[in-house]
């Protein structure tokens, strides 16, 4: 046993106590859910990509959505 002050003034456990107590299939749930979640992810985007790489009324849908706003505003002042 090591009488060294900082050995004994340590906070941190013994290697053997530092493992996590829970049953290998909940690691592995866990480990397979956050893989299918980065999957749909990363599928979602190449959908979301392709979709606006097809269709060009995508690529710009602030202004789309500014000019109908503003075509809105005129009508309603004009009533």
Request: proline letters at 4%; charged letters at 20%.
């Amino acid at each position: 046993m090591f009488m060294n002050g900082s050995f004994l003034n340590s906070s941190a456990l013994d290697p053997s106590e530092q493992a996590l107590d829970r049953p290998p299939w909940v690691t592995t749930t866990l480990g397979c859910f956050l893989i299918f979640t980065i999957v749909v992810d990363i599928l979602g985007n190449l959908l979301v990509i392709f979709s606006v790489y097809r269709n060009k009324k995508l690529r710009n849908a602030a202004d789309n959505n500014t000019d109908r706003m503003e075509s809105e505003r005129r009508a309603r002042t004009h009533l």
